[in-house]
């Protein structure tokens, strides 16, 4: 069969096309919202319109039967309307309020978890891990799905103080949102590459590879036509990896993951804020990473506890201090949690205020 | 996967250059390291669908995508790529032109990737949000409509990422992860529906430990039955604004703030947009951001070492020659506060 | 006459033998004070005895016979007990109350300024000037006289929201503590250096004047056996100056003075803060410095106004903000103010709330 | 002077090197530039007396320095030079020794200059203030005999100072102009008398506004009539002792924090000492506190490179091998925050 005819840079398709009439007529018109429940909101116009919202969770990592299902239960209960949001939760948009419990109840029955709209925890953001990058060093789904069968209840019924916002990251190139999130997991190397000079020889630039070495730890090798790493000076980044793939990084045996937390998005209350090093390594333990879902229980419920009402969890631990944050969490602090990298110095405490 | 569950590692090899004729963007090359133990994904590249704004669908039109991608791909699929793209993971060489046939044919471009342009990104905004002081989906449309070319045909030092969030809660992370982000605010006092106020106060809610409180600027206050604020000390958070949707209302003018240099890690260290336009107007067809974007990337790739993002550049080249090739001045709103140590350069031009 | 016998490495004398007797007896025994006014306080001690303190500025810059007159005070009103303060005020340590007042008396009638003490200005922290050292780029000693003859009221009796430390620093060494001061004068070059070549190659040694410079602006310059600046690079700091004084960083025409401000050095309240650039440049305009003395009363009166009890003034501008300070001070924010030196990242705004 | 005011520069030269017999430090050589205009300051070098502890004098003894001064020196002095010497300005090379013999003979010997120790100082501490928490002037008195090799004879790469102040006032501003800054400080429960806060409380004092309001902690509440404070969330910042003093005072058990690495902005910047260790014991002869100091100096004299000081080599080298020099655990309380970026280095010694 002949193929349709190619067309170039025409960009998306028009957003309009596929908005719900509802949207359409009340385009910018919006009012107010409210949360029914941890999964459903309504959303009020102008007009007097109402919209609703019915959340669940989705694995981001979709088959296309997934997909369908989704596409069958838009077309059941709401004219076949639906979007994704940006942290990749299936919204159900709904104009027919008749159908808002139906819908629900009917999600539930297939195993759908409905929820994570409100002061609890959304989708963890991840990105591709052993599944589809030649990058990783730990797996994201894996852990994503040990972790939210932990916390499922986060998202589906229990309140949190605010959102917490949770992700993984299978690099240091941290593809999702782990630099500013309230917990999340990045996968780290902890040993210097293995030169394979030989492949190295064929297969890379040798200017620019000793270039992407932020600590300059890279040197040429005359003799081998390769180069060396200075070990002392490697912190494992693995951006030599990057535009060198025969400089391995990867070392399953001491590759593993590290907590960080207290990122921040929003400027609402205090600035966005970078996430910062909690627990600097975890072994990988496929596939349920115990110790991992452990320490982030133990964070998340640490902060349920000592936190007020709307503080995130960045917001909390600057108000009770990070020293207070190490305590009460009981998690050690070690020379890793010491910036010396770039901004070492803004990080020291200049200050004879502090708690013991 | 088992076999990377056992052994702890992945088995993905450095994608080589695959694509679609005409463009440089929006397919990733994806090969197995061992490709004799797992035949069927020797080959696994990944076809990058440039989503439409906002990541709504009808049915039918995702129906479609998943029929002819389970025609000539895995049927494996992200919804969505951290960067928004609609993306598919898992074709061969020999189908991605057949793809981007069936799928530009009917309305699917490819989204950006490489060292381009890459897709732009919002959120749901005025489609489903009240507190959208910007079209956002508007914006990202139109932006992604004008920079087809750099999107699809990489030619830049690096990659460039824009998103558009609605307001400061940017509900897209455009502040942590866009080289260029735009954050809807306002100007003018925010406006306070003292009946409404009374509601809430009359409901379960605790304004003064729910509100009040945690404003940061302490600029507003509340006597039991009303709300005043000293507008010229709000700093524009949005906390009281999201608490109590129905009270309180953004100032009438409305625009947005332009940031620009966030990044993850790699390599300097991961990295928050700046200010750098305190407030812009940002009306269809939005040509003052256009043209203000098209001279930040001018500068940028005429400055840039490969693999340097504008972020990184401006720290490199200081931001006095990125304002002024900008031509936007120097205002206290860009910095948290002015310099420390007394080590500062004059231009010429300082001297006249 | 025979010179009486030189001692080595016996150190200061032990501080005991200067110490009234008052204080010998209740050394660390302590209670309270009070001050009774802008010169005066009193300590009380666990015994029930009390220490008066008298307080008068001094210029630091001392003659001898000035320093007689203060010992005859002190043998006067306080057998012969005075201290200095770490800024440089004379301290009468008096015992006998009843002689207090004679002693405030008397030094008012000899044109002392009485104060100091409480929450006002104090001492103007400065160092060397053009009275004796060769880094210097303007007079300190005539800048604080000018400043002082302006504000010494907040000093004698007007009160401030809290102490307010002032400082002037006749170069970027700095060796006063104008880096953590609440408002300070610090001089600065702004035109690269001038190269004496002939003198370069007597005097200096090549590399190290090449290591001093911070931006790595200096380059060999092998035809001359000198050394040249790259002009794009040079921020005039000067150090290449202090290790090779052939290269002349002077320039009478361009050379000034910046008023640094927010800097505190206690950890009360809030963390010890560096001075931020307030205004980049003002000519020296000796003997009086008008402009450098009106910017600073603005900046000292704006502050009196806007901050509450107890703040410091960069407590009162980080609570108000930057953009805030700017604004309510008049003054224009230029290149300048934006760090474009080692630290940039962390002073650029990364949040969507500020004020206009 | 007259000259300067008119030109708008300073006539002095580079001191060349001169001193006393067996002493590389405590006196600065200074030329005028110009010698024939103003023969009379041809040589004005600088004499640094170091001064005793707390600049605490008797007018016996400071006329005693003056006479001599009077008579082998300019009659001009700096009281007290910036780091604390009592700085005798403008005398001859050949008058150095008999001015070294004249003050030497009666007790008082040079302080520090160039490479070497610089001449600690203190604040008044427990001979004048009821917050000292340590013998601020006998612990600076301590160290200066202990190191009068050090000061006297420049052997480091560059300056090293000290300054101790008994409490987190400050009040000899140690954190922000000593290499090594002691800051007193307690454990253990604030003293509260209630009965004086009700007496401040009686007076026209507005407790809640004027101490509670102010604790950055949060830690403290005011009942009307008394004050309850949560200990284990007071971070000592001192201000509220230093509001209420008759009614609060520290802990009962006292000790010091060690800061580490202050310095004036050239070249990196300036820089605020940094919490080493939270909390040490010092007791007179204070041998804790002189055994950490030489392994910080040791450490810093065997890696710096020349006018290198400490605070900058710890940037250069990291935190990690300065603590396992000088034996001192990673603790939190040494940084505001942990690193944000996911690059660390890891030694054999923790894989173990
Ligand atoms: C649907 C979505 C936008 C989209 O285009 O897809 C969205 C929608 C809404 N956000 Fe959001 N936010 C969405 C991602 C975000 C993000 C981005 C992220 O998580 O990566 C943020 C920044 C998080 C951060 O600061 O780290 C975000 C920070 C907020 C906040 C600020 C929360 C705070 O107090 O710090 C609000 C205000 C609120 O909660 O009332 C908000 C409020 C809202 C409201 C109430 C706005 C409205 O009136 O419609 C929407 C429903 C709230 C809810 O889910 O609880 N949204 N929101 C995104 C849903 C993601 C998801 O599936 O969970
Ligand atoms: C697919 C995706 C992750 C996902 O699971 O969603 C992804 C996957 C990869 N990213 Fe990414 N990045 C993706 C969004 C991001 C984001 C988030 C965003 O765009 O909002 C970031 C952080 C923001 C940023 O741009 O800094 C991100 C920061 C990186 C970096 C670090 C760049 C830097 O300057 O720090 C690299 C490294 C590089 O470019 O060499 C990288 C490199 C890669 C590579 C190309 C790694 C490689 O060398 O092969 C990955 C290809 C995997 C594959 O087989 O598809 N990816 N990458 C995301 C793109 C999908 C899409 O188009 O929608
Ligand atoms: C005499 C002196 C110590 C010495 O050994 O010479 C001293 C003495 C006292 N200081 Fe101080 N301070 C002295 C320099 C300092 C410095 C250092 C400096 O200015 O270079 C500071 C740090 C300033 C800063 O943070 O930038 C300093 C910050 C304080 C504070 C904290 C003020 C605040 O709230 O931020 C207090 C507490 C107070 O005011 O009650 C204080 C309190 C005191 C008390 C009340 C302590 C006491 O109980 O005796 C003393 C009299 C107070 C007064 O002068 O108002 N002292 N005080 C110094 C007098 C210098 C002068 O001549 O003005
Ligand atoms: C005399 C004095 C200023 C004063 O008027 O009081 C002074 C005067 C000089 N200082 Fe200083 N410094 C003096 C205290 C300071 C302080 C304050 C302190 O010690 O508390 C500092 C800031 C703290 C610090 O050490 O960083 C200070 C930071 C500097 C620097 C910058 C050092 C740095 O690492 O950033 C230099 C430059 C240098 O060493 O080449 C310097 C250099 C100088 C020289 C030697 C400049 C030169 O190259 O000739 C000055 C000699 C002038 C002279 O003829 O006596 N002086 N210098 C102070 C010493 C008197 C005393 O012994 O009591
Ligand atoms: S975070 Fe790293 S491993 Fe994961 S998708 Fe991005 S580049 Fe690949
Ligand atoms: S892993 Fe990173 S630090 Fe190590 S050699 Fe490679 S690029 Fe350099
Ligand atoms: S960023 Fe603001 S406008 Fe956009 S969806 Fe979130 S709350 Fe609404
Ligand atoms: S928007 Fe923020 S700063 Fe403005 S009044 Fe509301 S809470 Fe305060
Ligand atoms: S600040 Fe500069 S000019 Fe002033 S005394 Fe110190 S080194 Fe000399
Ligand atoms: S003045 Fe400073 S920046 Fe300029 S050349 Fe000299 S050392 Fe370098
Ligand atoms: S630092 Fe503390 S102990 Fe020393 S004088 Fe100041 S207030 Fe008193
Ligand atoms: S010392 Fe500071 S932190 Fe502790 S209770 Fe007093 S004010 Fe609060």
């Given amino acids: ?77 709401c004219d076949g309307y639906l979007r994704f949001t940006t942290r990749n939760n299936v919204e159900f948009l709904v104009s027919d309020e008749s159908k808002v419990d139906p819908l629900v109840a009917k999600l539930k029955a297939d195993g759908h978890m409905v929820g ?53 990251a299978c690099c240091v190139n941290m593809c999702g949102a782990v630099h500013v999130s309230d917990i999340a997991v990045v996968a780290v190397h902890r040993k210097v590459p293995v030169i394979d000079s030989e492949n190295v020889r064929k297969a890379c630039e040798i200017p620019t590879t000793i270039a992407s070495c932020p600590t300059s730890a890279i040197r040429p090798n005359p003799k081998e036509k390769s180069v060396t790493i200075n070990e002392e000076k490697c912190m494992y980044c693995g951006n030599c990896f990057t535009v060198c793939p025969p400089i391995d990084i ?66 909390w631990i600057e108000r009770i201090g990070w020293e207070e944050f190490f305590k009460q969490t009981g998690i050690d602090f070690t020379f890793q949690h010491i910036d010396d990298f770039t901004f070492m110095r803004d990080t020291l405490r200049t200050s004879a205020a502090f708690k013991y | 996967m088992e076999k990377s569950f056992q052994t ?19 397919v990733i090359g994806r090969y197995s390291s061992l490709p004799e133990e797992f035949p069927g994904v020797a080959h696994f590249h990944t076809y990058r669908i440039n989503q439409p704004s906002g990541f709504f669908y009808t049915s039918k039109a995702l129906k479609e995508i998943c029929d ?67 079209d956002t989906m508007d914006i990202c449309n139109t932006v992604t409509q004008h920079f087809q070319d750099e999107l699809h045909r990489p030619a830049y030092p690096y990659k460039i990422k824009n998103k558009i969030s609605g307001c400061a809660c940017d509900c897209v992370a ?86 620009v240099g966030s990044k993850a890690p790699i390599v300097v260290g991961s990295l928050l947009s700046w200010v750098i336009v305190p407030f812009m107007k940002m009306e269809s067809p939005f040509e ?32 006095r020659p990125f304002l002024e090739a900008i031509g936007v001045d120097p205002q206290p709103q860009q910095v948290y506060e002015p310099r420390k140590d007394p080590f500062f350069f004059w231009s010429e031009s300082d001297f006249k």
């Fill in chain 2, 174 to 259: 455009a502040i942590a992860r866009a080289d260029v982000s735009v954050i809807g605010t306002w100007k003018g006092d925010i406006q306070i529906d003292q009946a409404e106020v009374k509601k809430y106060a009359d409901s379960k809610m605790d304004i003064q430990s729910d509100v009040i409180d945690w404003c940061p600027t302490d600029c507003m206050s509340f006597d039991g039955s009303s709300i005043t604020i000293d507008n010229s000390q709000c700093n524009r958070c949005m906390h009281c604004i999201t608490r109590m949707t129905k009270a309180l209302k953004p100032g009438k003018e409305r625009g947005a703030s332009i940031l």
């Fill in chain 1, 1 to 77: 069969m002949a193929l349709p005819e190619r067309q170039t840079d025409i960009g998306p398709p028009d957003y309009r096309q596929f908005l719900p009439p509802v949207i359409e007529k009340n385009y910018g018109k919006w009012t107010h919202h409210e949360i029914l429940t941890p999964g459903t909101m309504v959303h009020y116009a102008e007009s007097g319109d109402k919209l609703f919202t019915v959340r669940i969770a989705s694995p981001r990592l979709l088959a296309t039967d997934s997909i369908r299902e989704f596409c069958n239960l838009a077309e059941e209960y």
């Fill in chain 1, 250 to 315: 990867h070392n399953p045996e001491q590759d593993g993951v590290a907590i960080v937390v207290g990122g921040k998005i929003g400027s609402l209350r205090t600035d966005p804020k970078f996430s910062k090093l909690a627990i600097p390594f975890f072994y990988n333990e496929p596939p349920r990473w115990p110790k991992v879902v452990d320490a982030i229980k133990n964070i998340l419920e640490t902060y349920k506890k000592g936190a007020k009402r709307h503080e995130r969890v960045g917001e």
């Fill in chain 2, 68 to 134: 002819i991608w389970d025609k000539y791909g895995s049927g494996l699929t992200n919804m969505h790529g951290s960067t928004g793209d609609l993306v598919l993971l898992g074709t061969t060489t020999e189908n991605l032109e057949t793809l981007f046939a069936e799928y530009s044919s009917r309305g699917w471009d490819l989204g950006g990737s490489g060292s381009a342009m890459r897709t732009p990104s919002c959120c749901v905004g005025q489609a489903r949000c009240e507190w959208a002081m910007i």
């Fill in chain 2, 288 to 319: 003052e951001y256009i043209e203000l974007l098209e001279n930040m990337i001018e500068w940028w790739d005429d400055n840039a070492k490969p693999r340097e993002r504008i972020g990184e550049l401006i720290e490199v080249k200081g931001m």
């Fill in chain 1, 116 to 168: 994570g709209i409100g002061p609890r925890i959304s989708n963890i953001i991840h990105t591709q891990g052993w599944v589809h990058c030649h990058s990783a060093c730990t797996d994201a789904s894996g852990l994503v799905k040990a972790i939210m069968d932990e916390l499922h209840e986060y998202f589906t019924t229990k309140a949190l103080p605010n959102k917490v916002r949770l992700a993984v």
């Fill in chain 2, 8 to 26: 702890k590692r992945g088995y993905w090899k450095h994608g080589g250059i695959v694509g679609v004729l005409g463009y440089g963007s929006g």
